[in-house]
């Protein structure tokens, strides 16, 4: 079966919400809609306190080529504009406050496109509709999906990748949207694989999502017969863009390169789904759906929830927290990130809510010790590192050595860590490094 060398299989505890159905979570009474939800420059507002905004109402722009707008995602009045926690940065970031009105009420902009215009839509006006709704990759990465679409001049893209691994435990998000909105998933791959001059596109789906297979299969050929299903093995992390590149078409990205390096654009299929709908609906990427799971949670959910949703309100909405809960981490169990409040709101590239309890160990983690040189690590590192010694040269901030034995090409899956026999925190380590190395970087540049 189709996959890449390296990688692990934990468990994957997808039963608490494989079979829960997406709910439409209502509009909560307050949003907080954070400026930076994407990688690379933070959005502008263009609104002041006091305004009133509708739900799709652009709230703020981007300020660079790598950088994404931001939209109500609610009716209602700008109560604040100020910093507030954030559930991938670590310090308060700016974000737009918003009361609702309790009134959903769409922006008039917002309005579907019939058939024929939809037709005649150049590669050109595709990327800037998509860039003006504000998509990310919301597979976590959140990378503004028009500059992913629009390669360096001279580069020519063969292959369009829509991503439904969905591989880390837990997250079913991806899964549900596939059984349920198929020909949605499909017409935004179609859409994609235009402004990128493709006639096909390959949509790869982990075998251990039989019934998303077969509605997926079901509804290309329907929609677009020239995309390929491939059914790929369930292993960890397949979903990771080099490691689907490598799966499928046995191409290896260069170290510290890009996917367009090898010819190949890669799509999670909910970014699909919502170029879908800015394309057809003209909607702005205001809501999203989310996996809020985990022992500690009273009924896990796949809900659609509205960008800036406090997490606090989508807990409550789930029958709220069980009272052994012990931590919350905002995506999945490997590399999610475990937050400290509540009060962090749902985001662009929030694809799961995970809550522990203090009952139930998930992954037997020993209590560490020395390295055991069992290069275990090694064989399961997805991106063919070393990473027991790459971590040991960041806790000691050897950065230059580290540099060169590969850092900045951890994806930082945590596969090493999961099957380290000594417990060692090697992620946490490499992170580290990675830090350093970038504020190494920084300084000189400075100094220039």
């Given at each position: 079966m189709i996959t890449f060398r390296g990688g692990i299989h934990p468990p994957e505890f997808k039963h608490l919400a494989e079979n829960k159905a997406i709910e439409v979570m209502p509009p909560p009474r307050q949003v907080?809609?954070?400026?930076?939800?994407?990688?690379?420059?933070?959005?502008?507002p263009v609104v002041a306190v006091g305004d009133e905004v509708k739900v799709g109402t652009l709230l703020a722009e981007a300020t660079g080529m790598i950088s994404a707008p931001v939209h109500s995602s609610v009716?209602?009045?700008?109560?604040?504009?100020?910093?507030?926690?954030?559930?991938?940065?670590?310090?308060?970031?700016?974000?737009?406050?918003?009361?609702?009105?309790?009134?959903d009420e769409l922006d008039c902009a917002i309005k579907p496109r019939s058939e024929a215009e939809i037709a005649r839509l150049?590669?050109?006006?595709?990327?800037?509709?998509?860039?003006?709704?504000?998509?990310?990759?919301?597979?976590g990465a959140a990378f503004p999906t028009s500059v992913k679409i629009t390669p360096p001049r001279g580069v020519k893209i063969d292959t369009l990748i829509i991503n439904g691994a969905e591989c880390e435990p837990f997250l079913t998000a991806d899964d549900r949207l596939m059984r349920e909105k198929p020909e949605g998933i499909i017409q935004g791959a179609k859409i994609l694989a235009k402004v990128l001059g493709l006639d096909t596109a390959y949509i790869a789906i982990e075998h251990n999502k039989p019934e998303a297979i077969k509605v997926m299969t079901e509804a290309a050929a329907k929609v677009w017969p020239q995309a390929e299903i491939l059914t790929i093995k369930t292993k960890y992390p397949q979903g990771a863009e080099k490691q689907l590149i490598s799966a499928i078409l046995k191409r290896d990205v260069p170290r510290g390169g890009l996917p367009f390096m090898v010819g190949v654009v890669v799509q999670n299929t909910g970014t699909a789904y919502a170029a879908c709908e800015a394309v057809t609906q003209r909607k702005p990427l205001y809501e999203r759906v989310v996996t809020v799971t985990g022992p500690a949670i009273n009924v896990p959910k796949n809900l659609l929830v509205r960008i800036g949703t406090l997490s606090t309100d989508v807990a409550e909405h789930c029958g709220g927290l069980k009272p052994n809960a012990t931590k919350f981490i905002s995506?999945?169990?490997?590399?999610?990130?475990?937050?400290?409040?509540?009060d962090v709101p749902v985001i662009k590239g929030t694809s799961g809510m995970l809550f522990l309890n203090d009952k139930k160990s998930l992954f037997k983690i020993a209590e560490e010790v020395n390295c055991l040189r069992c290069g275990k690590c090694v064989g399961v590192c997805p991106m063919?590192?070393?990473?027991?010694?790459?971590?040991?040269?960041?806790?000691?901030?050897?950065?230059?050595?580290?540099?060169?034995?590969?850092?900045?090409?951890?994806?930082?899956?945590?596969?090493?860590?999961?099957?380290?026999?000594?417990?060692?925190?090697?992620v946490q380590w490499i992170k580290y490094g990675k830090t350093l190395v970038f504020a190494e970087r920084s300084r000189k540049k400075e100094k220039k």
């Open positions: 907080v809609i954070p400026c930076s939800q994407h990688i690379g420059a933070p959005a502008k009716a209602g009045k700008v109560k604040a504009i100020e910093p507030w926690p954030h559930p991938v940065l670590p310090t308060p970031v700016k974000s737009i406050i918003i009361e609702a009105a309790g009134k150049s590669a050109g006006k595709i990327r800037e509709i998509v860039r003006d709704a504000g998509i990310v990759g919301l597979g995506g999945g169990p490997m590399m999610g990130i475990a937050q400290s409040t509540l063919g590192l070393v990473p027991c010694e790459i971590a040991r040269m960041g806790e000691y901030e050897k950065l230059e050595q580290a540099e060169r034995w590969g850092i900045l090409d951890c994806i930082e899956c945590g596969s090493c860590a999961f099957v380290c026999p000594s417990g060692r925190r090697l």
